[in-house]
């Protein structure tokens, strides 16, 4: 198993390298008669591109896709969908510089010693461009949870350490960061300027909220959903850390004060984050990831080369400063995608108990 | 898919409900000619057992294991082994009380709402007691990567808000909380004495080391190491959240502070909690977990029953006042099955690229 | 993966060893609220045992069932199946004199070469009595598509060369060889007798009947509903060849013979047996197994010990003269195991698309 | 699940309609550093290709694979090969007349009562040119067990009722049906004439042979090496009937007959067709499987349309008269594909028993 594959009901499978002639998804177990177009995923690609603003790199990324199954006369037929995106900007030499030297950070080092394979390529399989294919097969599974009224929205909690002081929604399409409250907006705005002329970059948080979702999702034991949650969050490159509801701070709570109080109108708190014992009970999930700095930098940096040989690189290429906000999309396909598996997995026991 | 096994090459599958007849594990995919006897697995099961200190609750459960198959001779075979734990102390009435009320923080609400059973006996399959089936596979994955010189070690790293100043590997054995700083130790039992008068529980943070770990363990994508562990970590029901490495501290650091300088002696610092890319670089694996405190309190709090009428409940039993430390060995148990598991499907590589 | 589980929706996981403490099997998927009880299952395991006329071996196993968990006041919950069978005359010793000496037909050799152990103990879990477990699964298997009016019956179509003539069902139950021609059944017997004279055995072919089955069930390309009972039916350990529908016969038409005709009222033949592209079309499903005859014989068979010494071999034992009738009902729990699944996974769907 | 995937550690998962824009394949677990070219797989291809010899289509598929990713610098990489066989000929005009009727032993019928959807061009996934992912997979899978030595051979054994009574591996190539036996190759072209002249088709035995295949592969239990196999080859959407070694004539000898003799050079016989208890003894593998002649026939045929109405039916298209011998690459595909799977899995044996 070469670990490119996740879900169980709703399967999605990527491949591609970064470098490669296109990077595609297939998925599977997609319900039929669900309409579908291109231009329904093409929507979810867009907001990923990089090219807005200042903190993103301007390489520029048209990433177009193409349904090449599983769709007929507008509809999905229930067999596997095959998207494509085709790499139109690879221009691999850039990276001959670097093609004999583990960058600091980046998967290289591992990939090599796995496979005894180099391909230096801007990363290969490792790379950020194989989450294009998530975002595509997220749009998808967007459409099975949306169709019962579970409504995903995730924003820049903390960028280079400016917290988020409010939530305001409104706010959150008002500024590139995508953060819910202007302020904080504008001094992460200027937190990424100072590491941009630095030649550095930046780490910050994403909070995930998921409104609508009915009870019940989720699986006893291991399958619990915010076990498959922090699997497919922390399965994107540049996450650290995860956490539910109250997270790290429910250690620091005493009981009495973490157990949400259960009302006949809900629960009074929601420490919780939506999830008891494993399974959605019809709160609103909450959910944050750290994301860690990018790891190319301008800044010089000590490393190695694949001898050994003890070599300081400084990493020009057009890199990003964060990977915040396009790691954003990504968040919500990978939230997207678990919640859609977990709805059917949810359907057959519904239908089977009647 | 009831959401029970975990693993692709050495899958664990639990069974067994808190008190019904019994828990048990069927483990497939442990090679071979490994000697295993029951006192090996029953180790581990002491070491979870309550009744050390004041922590933990005066319940007496007596947890033998019994291997049912797959070993002949003192060795395994390479088939499946069954192991099998008694429930002994299963007093079903003690729960008499709560038969119809959603106990807050539990797994009762959220259950009820998936199946439409209720089974009020201490929780049914959400109990904390499935995870003896956890610790008795773990001990067989630990036989697994203990050959291959990978060692465990995990302790308390915050408690009820205390904090172990310093990790000496000495103290972690002098105190029952198993806490690598004697200080912070002592304060941390006042905690839990406190927080036992009034009637309350505490969380606290667990820290896993792994030493000896080869690089080239986790596969690219979505079966990364960490997203694996962090899936195994959170699955445990008392976790809330999960870091690796330098965790939510990475999305504040810059990306020449974060990434771990390479020499030809190794990294020069650990950041990346030895996994870059989702694949082990040979450096230590570091990963902290958030443990909420334990819902059952005597406080009284507000919750309804099952016809939707508001209560309150005072939780009496015999309840631990903190999940730490009976969760460290829980937690040991986890991340032994997952590098178990990445251990083999690493094999695979190494043999076929030979 | 060691190969025990078998199952989508509806997983079955078998353990144990001829001659080890217990056998069992842990079911997953069962769906929560449906009425189960030791003595249902009891009832397919007592079909199964030896001990009813010549054919079958004299050895007496008590096969009695408990349910380990999944069951709460009556009903199932939802949660993992643990089902246990004791071995009871589990006389290891029997096996000395073949301790070191390969069976011709058995998987004494093949086990040894895969794992380098040599478990001699009547097989090891290469036995037949590992069956013991599939029934048991079979037995909820059939209470799910019981549930939705799907109902299987398998009997003797062929024995030692003697073939059924006619089906008349009422004929099953008249002869312990379940064989629906009355007259056939005397000679299969006479053939039986012979065989057990001459130290032999004998092979035999079951047919499989399934009436009630809905059109839908079976996924394309690789999970076709044949394709799994295929891999189902094979698995047994004394199949060598299936069929279905008209099978072999179905070479050696024209199209034009082999198309069944469809008409308003449904299909005018059945040569297809109730399966179309690997979607069940509501007509009978039909499926012929070919049984090899018993491995273990009296008379002399030429071999050779661990060592890759020449030995002759007379196996005394307690030995079925041939697995006919006792694998009927292993053949119709494989068949209910595969139904059940596949009815679940065609539910998703159904749900899905509303 | 779709059931579009097959396989363990060599994953296929096969896309995409016979009318879309292509068709297509992921393989998972492919072992890393293995030389593969795009013309390595075309040469499978062109051997499955119609236009070779009166039995087949005159329609003409110029299918040519493209490599997407996986490959580096003619290398795999260990990530996941996607290949892609775009879809030239495809005019669904020509089945405009069939739009609404169900085709006699097709799968619309059972597709459109399983999905609801009718998707009328020439199958959609029931097609047969699903195939082509499968051979295209199957080259793959052929490079990583003929590293190994093991060799397929397939072969025409019965057609249209004329058996091959010698087998000549000379003669194989021969002729264009691939049947091993000049002589009766000869009266089978006669047979394939006389079927195309009256409008109608036949079908045929392929029977495949392994070579070089060592001991020790195949998984006990559910997961034997002839329950895969029979599952793949089941899969194919001709194939009603599949035996190993003597099959269904096993079902009719004595057990000292059927047992193969063993010494120390090997066994004596192979009626076991190279497998015992579901692991290979280290004999040739032995399997036949039974196609159905091809279901388009020009020959009136009465069925009914999506409305119910019965309605007559005369095929015209360009079709085969006989999936034979078109269909032997395929099955040469499926049987790879197993075996490279349990090769792999027997590799994890071997390297964790060391």
């Known amino acids: 198993m070469s670990g490119s594959s996740i879900g169980v009901l709703f399967r999605v499978t990527t491949w591609g390298e970064s470098h490669g002639r296109a990077i595609g998804v297939v998925i599977e177990g997609c319900p039929p008669r669900i309409s579908l177009s291109e231009s329904d ?55 001959d510089e670097v ?28 790379s950020g461009r194989e989450t294009v294919a998530r975002v595509a097969a997220g749009a998808i599974a967007g459409r099975i949870i949306g169709r019962e009224g579970i409504y995903i929205t995730a924003y820049t909690k903390e960028l280079g350490g400016i917290v988020a002081e409010r939530i305001s929604y409104e706010d959150i399409d008002e500024n590139y960061i995508r953060c819910p409250d202007s302020n904080a907006a504008l001094k992460m705005e200027g937190r990424l300027e100072e590491a941009k002329n630095s030649g ?14 009915p009870s019940g999702l989720g699986e006893p034991v291991f399958d619990k959903i915010d076990a498959d949650l922090a699997k497919a969050l922390v399965s994107i490159g540049t996450v650290k850390g995860v956490e539910i509801g109250a997270g790290f701070q ?10 949400d109080p259960i009302t006949p109108d809900g629960f009074l708190t929601n420490n919780a984050g939506g999830i008891l014992a494993g399974i959605t009970n019809g709160d609103e999930i909450v959910i944050r990831v ?29 890199h990003d400063v964060s990977v915040i906000p396009r790691i954003i999309p990504v968040c919500e396909a990978m939230v997207s995608i678990v919640l859609a598996d977990h709805l059917l997995r949810q359907k057959v026991l519904q239908v089977t108990t009647k």
Do not use: W
């Open 99 to 126: 093609r004999d030297v583990f960058r600091p950070g980046h998967g290289d080092f591992t990939y090599y010693h796995k496979y005894g394979v180099r391909d230096h390529r801007g990363g290969g399989r490792a």
């Open 41 to 95: 995923i093409q929507e979810g690609l867009d907001r990923r591109r990089p090219g807005q603003g200042l903190s993103v790199s301007p390489r520029r990324e048209e990433d177009v896709v193409q349904i090449l199954s599983g769709i007929f006369e507008g509809k999905t037929t229930g067999t596997p969908i095959s998207l494509i995106i085709k790499n139109r900007d690879a221009r691999s030499e850039a990276y």
């Open 290 to 318: 750290a994301c860690k700095p990018i790891s190319s930098v301008e800044k010089e940096q000590r490393t190695v080369d694949v001898y050994g040989k003890p070599v300081s690189i400084s990493i020009k290429g057009r």
């Open 250 to 259: 429910a250690a620091r709570m005493s009981g009495s004060e973490c157990n």
């Open 200 to 213: 550095d970059s930046i780490g910050g948080v994403v909070e995930i909220l998921v409104r609508g979702c």
